[in-house]
């Protein structure tokens, strides 16, 4: 399907050379392009009528029905459209009319009132407009959005070529996107779970990456990276300059591709939006490679997890570990929520289902695919669940994230929390040996902070953030 360009703004903005401009760029790329101007348009309509509000709904119209006959009988790559279109009733057309394309582009061209009138004046004779409707025309137009991803471009710092330039890198971005990279939580297992916390006005979609809304804010529900995408970064501070609405992002690597993609495009095209560093820790991780032992390169860290492990061994033989590859996923999940919901975390309201339901996005991997998303249950002689380990990992590689660990607090005496989260890490460790080459490392990525027992199990870490994205 095609691609519909539409380049709006006051008189004398420079829509027109502008426009013109991107359509011969696109034609010596050898794109199909069909172009409308709207004061070409009125020339057929009522060109030596007074304007009216009525007169412009009807010239618009007529545009609109002109180019769904050049649709009809065009093969067409790129679809420009020049006008004012600043009417409710223009709006309303436009938008029916973009719902024949694949994808539309809208550019608000902007300049003081002054410099309209200053390049009025130098206008054909035929072109020249009162200066009473040039300020109108513009103080209206400021005011309107065509679409909420409307760009604004300031045509007194940019010349023409700049103009048209700018437009042709924005809707060539797609072919822009680097090479993506491996991202937690983004498949359509993980996808489901959001959608699934969320009541559907609570829950929103920016050009394929998923967010919560709740009120004035929209945090990214990706975490540690994100797409390196220049049409998500737009779409994002559309959100914040339009909408006047903050985008928080939560656990974001410090080497994120994405955030670095971000920090240089708001630095390269937007003065009206700020990226503002909220906290920032070193998250601790747990690295090894095949040819050492887990267990000895765990304890020989800290002699106080020593210590701990020496006492569980002492009541061991009480407690058996399942995980889901093996045993019914159903089940496991069952006794996890179950342990969850009756440990001093319930009461602290930062169990899994009191945190937005984030149990609703683990169900599904925990369930559906045992491989990437691994779940750990221990039970005591009698088979009660006492305590769990959830884990999941990039698919191609030996790197593991520790999404939630706990235990009963009956169990706790017995540290059979601890015991299960590095049960956890070794049996996944034995799995992993056979896939890994020599130089490879298989990581446990503890995720957080402030958590004494993963400080214990650490060899090293990794510079995580939380951020804002708001209006300046």
């Known amino acids: 399907m095609p691609k519909l360009i539409i380049v709006r703004g006051a008189p004398a903005v420079g829509k027109t050379n502008a426009t013109n401009a991107l359509a011969n760029s696109l034609v010596s790329k050898k794109k199909n392009v069909a172009v409308l101007h709207w004061d070409d348009v ?35 790559d790129f679809f420009l459209i020049e006008g004012v279109f600043i009417l409710s009733e223009e709006q309303l057309l436009l938008k029916n009319f973009s719902k024949n394309f694949e994808k539309t582009f809208c550019f608000h061209l902007s300049c003081p009132e002054e410099t309209l009138l200053k390049r009025n004046k130098m206008r054909p004779k035929e072109d020249f407009l009162e200066e009473e409707r040039i300020l109108t025309l513009a103080k209206k137009g400021s005011v309107v959005r065509l679409f909420d991803h409307e760009k604004i471009l300031d045509t007194t710092q940019l010349s023409i070529k700049q103009t ?28 489901i779970g ?62 994120s591709i994405g955030l670095s993609g971000l920090k240089k495009y708001i630095k390269k095209y937007s003065e009206k939006a700020i990226l503002t560093e909220l906290e920032s820790w070193e998250a601790p991780i747990f690295k090894i490679k095949n040819e050492e032992s887990l267990k000895r390169k765990v304890l020989m860290a800290s002699k106080r997890l020593d210590r701990t492990i020496k006492t569980f061994k002492k009541r061991a033989e009480r407690y058996f570990f399942f995980t889901n590859d093996i045993e019914d996923p159903k089940r496991l999940w069952r006794d996890c929520l179950k342990i969850d919901n009756s440990s001093w975390k319930f009461r602290k309201m930062s169990h ?31 088979y009660h669940p006492q305590a769990f380990s959830l884990m999941a990992r990039l698919p191609t590689k030996h790197y593991w994230y520790a999404i939630k660990w706990g ?11 601890i015991a299960t989260l590095l049960w956890h890490m070794e049996y996944l460790f034995q799995k992993e040996k056979e896939l890994m080459k020599d130089e490879d490392y298989f990581v446990i990525d503890f995720w957080g902070r402030n958590q004494s027992v993963y400080d214990q199990i650490k060899n090293d870490h990794i ?5 804002v994205l708001k209006f300046n």
């Open 42 to 76: 009125l020339y057929f309509v009522r060109p030596f009528s007074k304007m009216t509000d009525s007169l412009a709904i009807r010239v618009t119209s007529c545009l609109v029905k002109t180019a769904e006959e050049i649709l009809k009988t065009r093969n067409v």
């Open 164 to 191: 048209f330039t700018e437009i042709e890198s924005q809707i060539e971005i797609e072919k822009s996107v680097t090479e993506k990279k491996e991202i937690l939580f983004d498949s359509d297992l993980w996808r």
């Open 194 to 255: 959001d959608f699934l916390r969320f009541k559907s006005e609570d829950f929103q979609i920016i050009e394929n990456v998923p967010f919560h809304k709740e009120k004035l804010t929209l945090t990214m529900l990706l975490n540690f990276d994100f797409p390196d995408s220049q049409l998500l970064y737009q779409s994002m501070l559309d959100v914040v300059i339009s909408q006047k609405h903050s985008i928080f992002l939560k656990y974001i690597d410090n080497s």
């Open 352 to 382: 899994m289902q009191g945190l937005k339901r984030e149990d609703l996005k683990y169900c599904l991997p925990v369930l559906m695919d045992s491989k990437n998303c691994s779940l750990c249950v221990a039970y005591d002689e009698n």
């Open 407 to 417: 235990a009963s607090d009956e169990s706790r005496k017995d540290f059979v929390g």
């Open 463 to 467: 510079t995580r953030k939380h951020l």
